[in-house]
């Protein structure tokens, strides 16, 4: 644990695992050999998330060449912790996970630190390699396989040093959570997330629960679902979540998962490929809801640089504009959309300074 103090009382934690991402861009795809993508793809499961060891990690970086995949660091509560610091907003954000070994000059720490993301409670494990994750960009879906590395060990850092952390994340105004590979982690965060409201009412807490959480539901993740007050889903998530085919109709799919999750002032921010959309219930119409539908300007392949963490990016900027306050949700998701796309089109070395633009160019409203 890092010996620094927090001094001021933060608007948002967020805590997630963190992962060393590798990956392979759609260019890069083009230039290997199609029998070597076609073995690697093997290893996946197409547009989801698979657990692995880590030598199957190895095997496919051996197999595809290092210098096919671009390395960063990554995690999705550390990517929208990360861009929502980036902004200049005047947001104060911190982070708790595990950060183990890093990747070449690649430092979680580091970039904490440069971004002034507080790390008062966040675990180092210097002698455990980080979670990995591998991406692939097969006809513009992705799939993943992803180790968990250092990140079993969250469980434990949360037992030792819970007091501390339910101090730290009940004085913040929103919580921010995601998806860690095991059961024991999950019934932890349910813990803090009601202690923390217990001691602070106010807190609002928001989660992106990811595929492999919702793939293998268990009492204290669907517990996490029905503590948020935002949860956030991209479509085959919103799909799995539901029960419910591609066919259905999505406000069917909503007001299930508003049924069994969602609270009086539940939202839910489903991502699409062409669109976003806000469910929430309707006041005095039990088993309804309502929508709002905000266009997507659709980017073409091959304009897009790297679309790793594009999701939780469009997260940052919705969280943004919520703890801003003054602002609708049409402001609300613009502001994400546009970080969104920023992110998609920027290459990584200018991605801060088009993020802190976006932010610079939006404009709030009360819609």
């Known amino acids: ?20 991402d590798f990956t392979v861009t759609a260019e890069k795809m083009k230039e290997l050999p199609p029998f070597k993508v076609s073995e690697a793809a093997r290893s996946f499961q197409f547009g989801a998330e698979c657990l692995v060891d880590e030598s199957k990690i190895e095997e496919i970086i051996s197999l595809l060449g290092r210098d096919s995949f671009r390395t ?17 907003s005047g947001i104060r954000a911190g982070f708790s996970g595990m950060a183990g070994a890093g990747c070449g000059s690649l430092s979680f720490q580091n970039s904490m630190d440069e971004l002034s993301v507080d790390r ?7 002698g455990e390699s980080s979670g990995m994750s591998i991406s692939i960009n097969q006809s513009g879906t992705r799939s993943f396989i992803h180790y968990p590395g250092c990140n079993r060990n969250m469980a434990d850092f949360l037992k030792a040093n819970y007091s501390g952390i339910l101090k730290y994340a009940s004085e913040a105004r929103l919580l921010h959570l995601t998806q860690f590979s095991s059961y024991e982690t999950a019934a932890m965060l349910e813990k803090l997330i ?21 793939r293998n539901l268990n ?21 799995l979540l539901s ?3 591609n066919a259905a109709d999505d406000r069917v799919k909503a007001e299930v998962i508003l049924s069994m999750y969602g609270g009086p002032a ?23 809801s309502t929508e709002r539908n905000f266009a997507i300007d659709v980017i073409s392949i091959d304009k897009i640089s790297d679309a790793t963490g ?30 969104m796309r920023a992110r998609l089109t920027a290459a990584p070395e200018n991605l801060r300074q088009e993020l802190e633009r976006v932010f610079r160019e939006w404009k709030p409203d009360s819609c």
């Open 1 to 20: 644990m890092n010996s620094r103090q927090q001094n001021r009382m933060l608007d948002i934690v967020g805590i997630g695992a963190l992962n060393i």
């Open 72 to 88: 960063t660091l990554g995690g999705s509560a550390f990517n929208t912790i990360c861009a929502m610091a980036a902004l200049g």
């Open 120 to 126: 008062t409670w966040l675990g180092e494990c210097g």
């Open 194 to 214: 009601k202690e923390s409201r217990s001691e602070n009412p106010l807190i609002m807490v928001s989660c992106d629960p990811g595929y492999a959480w919702l």
């Open 219 to 239: 009492p204290s993740v669907e517990a996490i679902l029905r503590l948020s007050d935002i949860i956030f889903l991209n479509e085959k998530e919103f799909s």
């Open 243 to 245: 029960g419910g085919g």
């Open 266 to 288: 539940t939202m839910l921010v489903v991502k699409k490929e062409t669109e976003i959309k806000l469910y929430s219930p309707s006041i005095g119409k039990p088993a309804s």
């Open 310 to 339: 594009a999701g939780d990016v469009f997260a940052a900027g919705f969280l943004t504009a919520l703890l801003l306050g003054g602002s609708g949700m049409a402001a609300a998701v613009g502001l994400g959309i546009g970080l």
